[in-house]
């Protein structure tokens, strides 16, 4: 948990479709840009994008579900004349880039939906193909943000000009709320030796049976916990390189074509793997999944753990910074050791730590605590009451507010004369 990772949920989320059957339906084009075109099914999924962050169902609020097309349809089209413009620029998304944001937008969404299992079932495919169907909207996003930084990012403002904006806007730009300094301790709910033994015994006698000559097929539909098992028989599908987590794609590419992996772990579990199919650097395969699941138990051990590195600080054996250092999982914990720093008290993205901190006083520890990341104990070091911004106590922060004024306006008109260049033509009625 970082505040990188408070970021990527809000605007890097990885949204659910709600109903499988909706997807099924034959294709339309909904819109044509130039020489590019939108699909209905993509509109689909952006409206679906936004009823999972809002937690609401569009498609049971026929006025709410009106606006979103068009809204979403429009932002679409605007998409669509950018990346028309970038291509002309000859911008291109960093491969590396993407696997990095698409793997973390993955694993974020897993830990806020709960598992694996809640994803695949959702979208009736597994997280291979999942991944598969948003790498496209990760590299667009960031050709995007590069066009766009190529464009404006000599955006500055005067003095006078800072001045002026805050004389028109000062009654509409946010207060500075009353935020809290927090650092935090987390650890991981990972499965015991005892659960990873149970899985790899469960995977090893699935692998005796191939060696024995059963059916893959009919082992998959069986004995493999990836939720799609059922429907697909482990059938993967065609996929391309950077669909699959390292491991998993690493054992893949290494195999000739029908024959089966050996026991192969990632982060998901155990996996046994066959290659059906090679097309350059494309490839079917299928697998068996046993998944590596913390117990109770597991759950507990993590909790007392915390309880006893809260006791050492409270008593005075460790300092907070030191235990985090020593146990904390946040991968940031070299570079801040725990310190997660200022956020406003009533706009927590994962509002356990809202729940927290609130009874605290500065200095105090929290008791352990559960979120879709793991267990975590939290340490207040400090308070700032909410206020009015001004001009002599927070000049950086609205010369900020008024450069983001100034790029967004321009950015506006430029948009404007790309949709008058290029041809646009709404196939679908909204």
């Known amino acids: ?9 809000t605007l890097l989320t990885l949204f659910l479709v709600p109903s499988i059957n909706a997807q099924q339906l034959i294709d339309r084009i909904a819109a044509v840009v130039g020489p590019e075109i939108i699909l209905e ?14 937690r609401v169902n569009p498609y049971q609020d026929p006025v709410l579900l009106q606006r979103l097309k068009k809204d979403m349809l429009q932002r679409m089209v605007d998409e669509k004349l950018l990346l028309i413009k970038a291509e002309e620029d000859t911008i291109t998304a960093d491969e590396d880039r993407v696997d990095q944001i698409l793997n973390q937008q993955i694993n974020t969404f897993i830990q806020q939906i709960g598992s694996q299992e809640k994803l695949e079932e959702y979208y009736g495919k597994p997280v291979a193909l999942i991944k598969k169907d948003f790498r496209k909207q990760v590299a667009n996003r960031l050709i995007i943000d590069q066009l766009r930084g190529r464009k404006f990012q000599g955006v500055s403002v005067s003095r006078r000009e800072v001045e002026n904006f805050f004389k028109q806007y000062q009654d509409s730009l946010p207060k500075q709320e009353e935020t809290v300094d927090i650092s935090h301790i987390l650890i991981q709910i ?21 060696q024995d000559g059963q059916d893959f097929s009919e082992l998959a539909a069986k004995y493999s916990q990836d939720p799609s098992a059922k ?28 024959e089966i992996s050996d026991v192969v772990q990632s982060q998901f579990g155990f996996h046994i ?4 199919d090679r097309q350059g650097e494309k490839i079917h395969t299928r697998h068996i999944l046993i998944q590596l699941q913390p117990t109770a138990d597991d759950e507990q051990r993590v909790v007392e753990k915390l309880k006893e590195i809260r006791q050492k600080i409270l008593d005075g054996e460790a300092t907070f910074e030191e235990m985090a250092l020593k146990y904390s999982d946040d991968p940031n914990v070299q570079q801040d050791k725990g310190h997660l720093g200022d956020f406003a008290v009533n706009n927590f993205q994962v509002k356990q730590f809202g729940e927290a901190v609130k009874n605290l006083k500065i200095g105090e520890i929290s008791e352990p605590f559960k979120t879709d990341f793991g267990y975590h104990i939290l340490q207040l070091n400090g308070t700032k009451a909410a206020r009015t911004l001004s001009l002599e106590n927070d000049w950086q922060q609205i010369e900020r507010f008024a450069i983001d004024f100034k790029s967004n306006k321009s950015f506006s008109e430029w948009l404007a004369k790309l949709r008058a260049e290029i041809p646009i033509d709404i196939k679908i009625q909204i």
Do not use: C
């Not at 793997?273 to 059906?276: A, S, W």
């Open 41 to 54: 099914s993509e509109l689909q999924t952006l409206i679906t994008q936004y009823g999972l962050q809002k």
């Open 190 to 210: 990972k499965p015991s030796e005892e659960s990873t033994r149970e899985a790899l015994a469960k995977i090893h006698n699935i692998q005796k049976m191939l």
């Open 273 to 276: 793997i066959q290659l059906l």
């Open 231 to 258: 429907m697909n028989k482990g059938d993967l599908g065609w996929t391309s390189r950077g669909d699959f987590v390292p491991e998993f794609e690493q054992a893949a590419y290494a195999l000739k074509t029908g």
């Open 1 to 9: 948990m970082t505040r990188t990772i408070f970021i990527w949920i």
